[in-house]
């Protein structure tokens, strides 16, 4: 071996472990950095061609050196993926269970002081009133009770809207864009997008290990808005699928996502063709968000359920009529009966069903309380008229409390609305117990990763140790060969 080969071998040994020390001071200076794959140098040799010679000597003597072929990562493929889909079903459990624990606490509220406490003083000032019909002030009371139940009704109809908003709106497109599911949308447009100069960067530089780093991160943040599909292209680059849609294919993204004024999730591919995703959209913060949406729709129809049969068993009462028997109103004037004409409530939008945002008190009964039908009395009795004193009708006020009521499942009242606030509490448990048994899955997963591409800092250490040494090691080769031949010119002259 000459003495200028000998130089040359030294040389790449020196460069060649000098990145591989860079590589370690990367891996080390990220070592908090959530997401980062630890990074490993791969050495090959360096020969000079072989001329027809291929015999043992000859391969020898081709040797000159070492090289770096290549800086990979640690990354496990399969084991990313997996980790993936299961992140993506750990978020989407726990955007719905915030959702539930959401509903639950205002089903809670309204079981309580919402309406529960309200629906109590209604029935009390009816019973007060059965007991003193012609009294004024009671009749006042008991309209100002039923007012307020309207009023409970609006307002937990428009806390129950409100909620729905926040997660997808309330029908037009600024508060849907505004949304949470809006916001998973702009954030999950934004990161494909950066996914997809990621891609075009690794397929100019693929022994690039940062950018893969950064890859599968970025591939992490899609499936934990969104339930895709990743795939790893033998290129390195990536490619995301939902359901059976292509959205981005390696270095080029197919289309966007987007939210319609309704809450509904669109993707509009390049050529301009929209097509609604939402049903594809089953995990991941925006699918649980839109689950929850859902849950919202539910406890929205429990509480028009309830006003409906409450207005409608109230108005029963208030104009009832059967054969004889019919309930009446005061006139003070003439200090005599009249049969009951008028509804206790009505409708705010004249619609014929009520709901719990168009309940409300009938302003001519509110305005003259002697309207409200207190008596119930046989008309086929002389003088029926002069029966100021009954209060009959208003004890089948008081008494209704009790009553079961077919559409909602034979339930009472009060029955109905603490089944409701139950249900909410018990789903709400139950997709907590989800969320945290699925981000346990999630987590261990991460786990396994983290101790097999993750960076160990006793491991870096002693490959810092191996490449100092086998650096010195070249450099007192090189200083060696340098001597060497600056001894041969001194003997030359």
């Not at 100002?144 to 309330?170: H, M, P, R, W």
């Not at 849950?295 to 509480?303: K, M, Q």
């Amino acid at each position: 071996m000459t003495i200028s080969k000998a130089m040359n071998i030294s040389l790449t040994g020196l460069k060649a472990n000098q990145s591989a020390l860079n590589v370690v001071s990367h891996n080390i200076a990220n070592m908090n950095t959530e997401g980062y794959v630890r990074q490993r140098v791969n050495f090959a040799e360096v020969r000079t061609p072989v001329n027809g010679n291929n015999s043992v000597d000859a391969q020898i003597a081709s040797l000159c050196g070492v090289k770096v072929a290549g800086i990979s990562t640690a990354a496990n493929d399969y084991m990313n993926n997996y980790y993936r889909s299961q992140l993506s079903n750990a978020d989407g459990l726990a955007a719905e269970a915030d959702t539930a624990a959401q509903i639950a606490n205002l089903m809670d509220e309204l079981a309580g002081s919402g309406l529960g406490d309200t629906f109590n003083e209604f029935f009390n000032s009816a019973n007060a009133l059965s007991q003193n019909p012609t009294d004024y002030s009671l009749r006042i009371n008991f309209v100002e009770k039923a007012k307020t139940v309207a009023d409970k009704f609006n307002l937990a109809y428009t806390n129950i809207q409100n909620l729905k908003s926040s997660k997808v709106g309330d029908g037009t497109q600024e508060s849907a864009n505004a949304s949470q599911a809006g916001t998973y949308v702009s954030q999950l447009n934004d990161d494909l997008k950066t996914l997809e100069t990621v891609n075009r960067q690794i397929s100019e530089n693929p022994a690039d290990a940062s950018l893969k780093s950064q890859r599968d991160q970025l591939l992490a943040d899609i499936a934990g808005l969104a339930n895709v599909r990743t795939a790893i292209n033998e290129s390195g680059t990536a490619s995301v699928f939902l359901g059976n849609n292509d959205i981005l294919l390696s270095s080029s993204l197919m289309g966007e996502f987007s939210i319609d004024a309704s809450g509904s999730i669109k993707f509009t591919n390049e050529d301009g063709t929209v097509k609604d995703v939402t049903p594809d959209l089953k995990g991941g913060k925006l699918g649980g968000t839109l689950a929850g949406a859902s849950a919202v729709d539910n406890a929205l129809t429990g509480i028009n359920t309830l006003a409906e049969a409450f207005a409608t068993v109230m108005n029963g009462i208030q104009k009832f009529s059967s054969g004889d028997i019919a309930a009446a109103s005061y006139n003070r004037a003439t200090d005599r009966l009249v049969l009951s004409t008028e509804d206790l409530f009505t409708t705010s939008d004249g619609s014929g069903t009520f709901t719990a945002t168009n309940i409300k008190i009938n302003d001519t009964v509110y305005n003259d309380p002697d309207l409200v039908a207190a008596a119930r009395v046989d008309t086929s009795v002389t003088d029926w008229e002069r029966s100021v004193g009954n209060g009959d009708n208003a004890l089948e006020f008081y008494m209704s409390q009790s009553t079961k009521v077919p559409s909602l499942g034979y339930l009472t009242l009060n029955d109905y609305i603490r089944s409701l606030s139950t249900k909410a509490a018990l789903d709400a448990g139950t997709k907590q117990n989800e969320a945290d048994i699925q981000a346990s899955v999630a987590d261990g997963i991460q786990g396994q990763i983290l101790a097999e591409t993750g960076v160990n800092l006793d491991e870096e250490l002693t490959n810092m140790l191996i490449y100092q040494q086998a650096y010195n090691a070249s450099a007192r080769v090189f200083a060696t060969c340098v001597q060497v031949y600056d001894t041969l010119l001194e003997l030359g002259k």
